[in-house]
């Protein structure tokens, strides 16, 4: 699915002043950090992106035990001042072609209040930055072909569909998914 004028006049139109901001990654001991891990993840979730239903306490605090006890995730959190404006979920992954690690973005999220003031680029610009500091070989991720403005942020900075082009294919293997 194409971004059509109409779309990108859209995102100019909804832009707001750049913000000044700071990362730091999710310390899963600090209980405003977890808080706010449940707070955006249900925010993204409840988006007509996101297609679900909010998260009940319960799955919250699975949600952010399973994060903390995972073996290869982290979190990074966009900060303003000392509010948490924006999150990536991020896991390392291997390339077997590569030979190298590589980061695979699960989750950005901005929260509303903060969305079109660059936030979501410099997360993805800081991700990078790991990534080339840890020298892994790529950074990737997924997104819904009717996520217009998710597509149009991560073409501007720098992503593109694979060649040759690839399908993200599922199977559930529990009836709550």
């Keep these: 699915m194409k971004l059509i004028q109409n779309d990108i006049n859209y995102i100019k139109m909804k832009a707001k002043t750049p913000i000044d901001v700071h990362f730091v990654f999710c310390?899963?001991?600090?209980p405003y950090h977890c808080t706010r891990v449940a707070e955006l993840i249900n925010e993204y979730i409840s988006?007509?992106?996101g297609g679900g239903k909010p998260l009940t306490k319960r799955d919250q605090l699975y949600l952010v035990d399973g994060l903390a006890n995972h073996p290869s995730s982290f979190v990074l959190f966009a900060c303003c001042n000392d509010t948490i404006v924006g999150l990536a979920t991020c896991f390392i992954n291997f390339s077997t072609f590569k030979i190298k690690p590589y980061i695979n973005i699960h989750d950005i999220i901005v929260d509303k209040q903060y969305?079109?003031?660059g936030v979501g680029e410099k997360i993805l610009e800081q991700i990078e930055k790991i990534a080339i500091e840890k020298k892994y070989c790529k950074v990737n991720l997924e997104v819904r072909n009717d996520n217009l403005v998710a597509q149009h942020l991560y073409k501007k900075m720098g992503f593109q569909e694979s060649n040759p082009p690839m399908f993200f294919?599922?199977?559930f293997l529990d009836e709550a998914s």
Excluded at 27 to 30: D, H, I, L, V
């Design 115 to 117: 969305r079109g003031m």
């Design 27 to 30: 310390s899963f001991s600090n």
């Design 47 to 49: 988006d007509p992106m």
């Design 169 to 171: 294919w599922t199977k």
